[in-house]
């Protein structure tokens, strides 16, 4: 399947890889949340669907200025086929719909309690 995400265009596969690399070791994200809610499906036929979602990510960023919290939110445009009995995901395009960001307040902490 392939993913259209901002600054990467590739496959989920090699998307996972990038964030692995790139996120998950550049010290300069801190925590993240990724929300995921309004899911709207239209079906093109019994085994393809058109799914739309929103999503809100925060990221707190630590750069040389100071830290930051940035919230982005947009939607997911995805493609579903059934195949073999599984829905799958074939394609997904992000779209960035607004951000915003301020000097961080509090701990970035986003453990349960």
Same mark, same amino acid.
């Given at each position: 399947? &392939?993913?259209?995400? @901002?600054?990467?265009? @590739?496959?989920?596969?090699?998307? +996972?890889?990038? /964030? &692995?690399?790139?996120?998950? %070791?550049?010290?300069? $994200? @801190?925590? %993240?949340?990724?929300?995921? !809610?309004?899911?709207?499906?239209?079906?093109? #036929?019994?085994?393809? +669907?058109?799914? =739309? !979602? $929103?999503?809100? +990510? $925060?990221?707190?960023?630590?750069? !040389?200025?100071? #830290?930051?919290?940035? *919230?982005?939110?947009?939607? $997911? /445009?995805?493609?579903?086929? %059934?195949? @073999?009995?599984?829905?799958?995901? #074939?394609?997904? %395009?992000?779209? *960035?719909?607004? #951000?915003?960001? !301020?000097? +961080?307040?509090?701990?970035?902490? /986003? =453990? =349960?309690?």
């Amino acid at each position: 399947s &392939r993913d259209t995400h @901002g600054i990467f265009d @590739g496959t989920i596969e090699d998307f +996972a890889d990038y /964030l &692995r690399t790139h996120n998950y %070791q550049d010290d300069r $994200y @801190g925590p %993240q949340r990724h929300t995921v !809610s309004n899911v709207l499906i239209h079906f093109d #036929s019994p085994d393809v +669907a058109r799914v =739309e !979602s $929103y999503h809100l +990510a $925060y990221h707190r960023l630590v750069l !040389s200025s100071g #830290s930051f919290d940035v *919230y982005i939110g947009g939607r $997911y /445009l995805d493609r579903c086929e %059934q195949v @073999g009995g599984r829905w799958l995901l #074939s394609s997904r %395009q992000v779209v *960035y719909d607004w #951000s915003s960001s !301020s000097p +961080a307040t509090g701990d970035a902490t /986003l =453990e =349960e309690t």
